[in-house]
């Protein structure tokens, strides 16, 4: 089954700080997603990779926000520094490698961050 | 451009049908919907490859109409669990790029 597990699950920091977020997908896949959402704007995309390599990050809200991914199961996403509107749940996605690939995101449980 | 859904929220009482709509300002080439429970996940429950295409399953279907740019989700004979947020998704071009709706709540009472 297609997987991906997200840490922290929670995270609350304080204005200026650095906060990394983490991306392990448990599964074969071809893209990587990453999501923020927000009541006000909703499901976000903020950027995706395709087999390692960033695609667009037309999303990324500004030069604060950079993600990574070094290898096909490791991913971050880090905000530095991080303001209070940047606290939103930010989700990691995949779409599922190989014949069964239907373009369905398998998601993962999100981080939810808070910043003070 | 996020695509708008319609209605913002419903409430039904278990039993009653519900339409949600999908509408894009740019050509489609897919839609997929999902629905997230509250404090989870999105879960997908289906995709749309071509103009004119139905599916469903369960007592979920959606149609995709793609002159008008349009998908509507239906829901028929609501159960307590189909309570959540809906939301499609939408691919305009080449690429992997899901751009998801504004979102429908949906709230299913005894």
């Known amino acids: 089954d297609a997987g991906v597990i997200q840490s922290p699950r929670h995270e609350v920091t304080e204005m200026g700080q650095e906060v990394t977020l983490r991306c392990k997908p448990i599964s074969g896949h071809n893209s990587l997603f990453w999501y923020r959402q927000t009541m006000m704007r909703g499901l976000e995309l903020l950027i995706y990779f395709n087999n390692n390599v960033p695609i667009d990050d037309s999303g990324m809200p500004e030069d604060r926000f950079s993600a990574k991914m070094p290898n096909a199961s490791f991913s971050t996403l880090k905000i530095q520094p991080s303001e209070p509107r940047d606290s939103a749940v930010y989700f990691c996605?995949?779409?599922?490698?190989?014949?069964?690939?239907?373009?369905?995101?398998?998601f993962g449980e999100g981080s939810r961050l808070t910043v003070l | 451009q996020q695509p708008v859904q319609s209605p913002q929220a419903v409430i039904l009482r278990e039993g009653e049908d519900a339409v949600i709509n999908c509408s894009s300002s740019?050509?489609?080439?897919?839609v997929h919907w999902y629905r997230q429970k509250h404090g989870e996940a999105p879960v997908f429950l289906m995709i749309?490859?071509?103009?004119?295409e139905q599916k469903g399953h369960d007592k979920i279907s959606a149609s995709f109409n793609e002159k008008k740019q349009q998908s509507s989700l239906y829901l028929t004979a609501s159960q307590l669990s189909y309570s959540g947020t809906y939301f499609c998704?939408?691919?305009?071009?080449?690429?992997?790029?899901?751009?998801f709706g504004t979102g429908t709540q949906l709230k299913v009472e005894l």
């Open positions: 998704g939408t691919l305009t071009g080449g690429g992997n790029k899901l751009t």
């Open positions: 740019k050509a489609l080439y897919s």
């Open positions: 996605a995949i779409t599922q490698e190989g014949g069964g690939n239907t373009g369905e995101l398998f």
């Open positions: 749309l490859l071509k103009g004119g």
